[in-house]
């Protein structure tokens, strides 16, 4: 995916002006205190995505580096769009890509560094997607809300509670 | 089972509420013996900390009986327990800190977005104070839920009374915790704003610590007397200059370190107050800092600044100037209770501190409303109120 930069480090997600190729990009690092193989081992394992992104329905394997992903948008409908995997390389990042034929356009990828001393391993995602135009791009554009950044760090701060506290807070206090 | 909800300012209720339920793996369920209502509950009651909703239940002050356990709790059925009012998760970089009360995990993710605003990073979690730590229900109640309840709750030997320990869990390690960010060493003066329950805390540690010297400041006769117990000095701001007194009292050399035990909601006429007080009314989350400000300039150059009183929003008139040309040192913070409470409770059973001195009533639960209308209105004889749920 394209890290266009001029004279600022930043990454793309940061910049006042996030959009690149068509796509707009969102994301965000987190500092995860346990190692990076478990970590990257645990992400590998695309099944266990659905403990801590709360918006996916399914994940159907469609080929060994294809899935489809059936996630849940606002007032009861669902959205669906395939992937696939681009690239792995083994505890370091994770990239994907939609299908040509898939309705929604989006790639991303997440990387796996170690943090500077002890403090873990440095989790970062960046995700670039673009609505499709008419019906289907309003449910999207509401099912990414209308910050999309509030999505990506919601779920990145699930899977770090998941990894290092073993479960994710919540205040609710009864089970149904 | 019947738990103190908020309903809005000046409004606190006993209403009946379900009983809590083991929700996550790590989860203990408490049956409330005692629970105490803190100086920082007042700041809910009188409205002045945003994120709270109809119906919330109060209270971070707790010890009891556990009652149910989730299957990675390290707790046992039966335990008598005080527990921390941080919740914090034990594992992230901030606990391995011992900075429990910044713990990244406690606070769940939805309630994350309002702080990360506001203060730049999410704030830590706590029992019963306001959606901004998280909106778990809080423990002036007949039941609680403790998340993580295998890394903040203390058990507690036989032999030892609920109200020698009930205050381990808040007021007891804030007051330690003050003493310890002022840097105390053998040869200082300390002078501590506020003779509330942190303040005459702060006021023993200092003392434990070591100070040669402890100043007290406070307008109630009462408070300022338990001070006196201790040992302290006392200045009664209503009396006396204070940033006059406290130079004569230091041979013109001022405190060692301050520490403001007071927070937002500072008394008293001074022209900076009044102001703050009328922003802090039409709702621009203005804090109230005259105490903070006076201790500010009262600090001897190079001296130690602690602030266990509790800010909320943004303070203008911050004396900045005085902090810089001074080289003053500011240390700060919500507790990290879970560093003390071992050490605090070892010190309970030697004897070396009393913390049952403080409290002035013991009431029913169904009188809790009662009871947070006077521990605001008559400071000087409700120096501490606990309710008992069973």
């Known amino acids: ?176 | 089972m019947r738990a103190l909800t908020w309903h809005g300012i000046n409004d606190v209720r006993v209403d009946t509420v379900p009983d809590p339920e083991i929700i996550n793996p790590r989860d203990a369920i408490l049956r409330i013996t005692s629970t105490a209502i803190c100086g920082s509950d007042l700041h809910l009651y009188d409205g002045v900390i945003p994120g709270m909703k109809q119906g919330d239940v109060l209270g971070h002050e707790f010890m009891g009986i556990v009652e149910e356990v989730g299957p990675n709790s390290s707790l046992e059925v039966g335990q008598r327990v005080v527990v921390p009012f941080t919740i914090s998760c034990g594992h992230c970089f901030f606990c391995q800190q011992q900075q429990f009360s910044a713990c990244d995990n406690g606070n769940p993710v939805e309630n994350q977005d309002a702080s990360e605003k506001l203060y730049g990073h999410a704030m830590g979690a706590a029992f019963g104070y306001s959606h901004l730590t998280g909106g778990y229900a809080g423990g002036q109640a007949e039941y609680v839920r403790v998340p993580f309840s295998d890394v903040g709750p203390i058990v507690i030997p036989d032999g030892l009374d609920d109200e020698q320990v009930l205050f381990l869990s808040d007021i007891l390690p804030t007051g330690w915790m003050a003493a310890e960010n002022a840097g105390i060493g053998p040869d200082d003066t300390v002078a501590v704003w506020g003779c509330g329950p942190v303040g005459l805390f702060a006021v023993q540690s200092a003392m434990i610590m070591g100070a040669a010297q402890v100043i007290a400041i406070d307008h109630h006769p009462h408070r300022l007397e338990l001070a006196a117990r201790f040992g302290a000095r006392t200045i009664n701001f209503e009396q006396t200059h204070v940033d006059e007194a406290l130079m004569e009292m230091t041979g013109g050399l001022g405190p060692d370190a301050v520490i403001d035990a007071v927070g937002m909601e500072a008394h008293g006429f001074a022209l900076d107050n009044v102001v703050d007080a009328v922003k802090q009314k039409v709702g621009v989350g203005a804090d109230r800092g005259h105490a903070l400000r006076q201790a500010i300039l009262a600090v001897r150059k190079g001296g130690r600044v602690s602030v266990p009183g509790v800010y909320g929003g943004m303070l203008d008139k911050w004396p900045l100037g005085a902090m810089m040309e001074k080289g003053l040192e500011l240390r700060s913070g919500q507790t990290h209770v879970q560093r003390y409470t071992r050490d605090l409770l070892e010190r309970i059973q030697r004897g070396e501190i009393d913390s049952t001195f403080l409290i002035s009533h013991c009431l029913p639960l169904e009188e809790a409303p009662t009871g947070y209308k006077n521990f605001r209105d008559k400071q000087n004889e409700w120096t501490k109120v606990v309710l008992r749920p069973h």
Do not use: C
């Open chain 1, 1 to 176: 995916m394209s890290t266009d930069q001029t004279s600022d480090s930043a990454p793309l997600r940061a910049r006042k002006d996030d959009k690149a190729d068509g796509f707009t990009y969102v994301g965000r690092s987190v500092t995860i205190n346990r190692p990076r193989h478990e970590l990257f081992a645990f992400w590998r394992d695309f099944q266990n995505l659905s403990t801590f992104m709360e918006n996916i329905e399914a994940i159907e394997f469609t080929g060994p580096d294809r899935a489809v992903w059936t996630v849940r948008a606002p007032a009861g409908t669902e959205v669906q769009f395939e992937t696939e995997i681009v690239d792995i390389v083994d505890d370091t990042s994770i990239t994907w890509r939609s299908t040509p034929d898939s309705p929604i356009k989006t790639e991303g990828r997440v990387t796996f560094a170690d943090a500077p001393g002890n403090r873990g391993t440095i989790v970062t995602a960046d995700i670039g997607y673009t609505p499709p135009a008419g019906d289907l791009g309003r449910v999207v554009a509401k099912l990414f809300m209308a910050e999309p950044n509030i999505q990506a760090r919601h779920e990145l701060k699930r899977f770090k509670m998941l990894m290092e506290a073993g479960e994710i807070a919540t205040p609710i206090n009864h089970r149904n």
